[in-house]
């Protein structure tokens, strides 16, 4: 740290102010910005709103967000990307306004550079700016994996949730009442998705559209069956309960098959796991063993980083390879 040039201080000073304003402004971003549909099915959604709370108004009026929070997450959410962000959040289940996601990724960039330049790799500039590209994608990974779990819940939870449909129907219920058993009895995702729905129904919302909108956060092939099928009930008539009875032992075989392919496709999963992480890991526990050992390949800018650079390209190369490979469709 001793060698550490005035400028290369600096600019960690500077980036650990910049961390510290930008999580003080997120903590006052905490409050969404919603349309006029989404605050009223938050009166739903949140476990409050079935508690009586006395002096609402007061407790809205501490909540509001800032004019300034409610411009930035206006002109976010209007770009295309934040559109994107906004439905990412939603499938994953966040109470994150646009603005406080942007905010994250702000932090996790400074933090990772800032990590990687004075606590892993002593004042190296360069790896600091590998750590900062890490640290940037680093909140949408988390995303993405609850994203993938939630919706593997959901779908897992899809047998039993038909079963339960279709025996509310067979006792006599509509087709809204039966997704507000569903709603009552099913476990989570599954009970939150569907309260979602008959709040919007019960809203002014067509019962296509809000089914839509449920597609929309659960992008799975068995949801679009069931949704196509009770869409087409709704125009030209039929037994619902037949229909969905049929659909649900179709969704048992596919999960059941599903399950055989994975089990096969798992030593070549995880063989891409071990391939890929390997090097990576061995670079850095070399680091820290031998560091003299390591640098080398790291401040030679004419054959060391062209190394390093080709060899990250050839292990993204390899692991898209394997996983391409052991994706099947079916």
Sequence with gaps: MDNLSPDVIIIGVAGLVAIIILIAGALSMRAESKSVIEERLGRYTDFESFVEIPDQEAESDRNEPSALTRTLDNILTQRSFGQKWKLSLAKADLKLTVAEYAALHVITTIGGFLIGTFVLFQGSVVLGVVSAAVGFFAPRIYVNRRQNKRLNTFEQQLPDTIGLWVNSLRSGYSVLQAMEAIANEAPDPTASEFRRVVQEVQIGIS?????????????????????????????????????????????????????????????????????SGLPIALALFLMVVNRNYMSGLFENRTCGWPMLGIGLGLIGIGTAAIQRIVDIDY
């Design 207 to 275: 019962m296509e559209d809000a089914l839509q909108h449920m597609l929309e956060r659960m992008e799975s092939d068995d949801l679009d069956l069931i949704v196509t099928a009770v869409n087409i009930q709704r125009e030209v008539g039929g037994n619902l309960a037949e229909i969905l009875d049929v659909i649900g032992h179709t969704i048992r075989e596919r999960i059941k098959l599903k399950g055989e392919v994975r089990v096969l496709t798992s030593q070549g999963r995880y063989t891409g796991y071990l391939i």
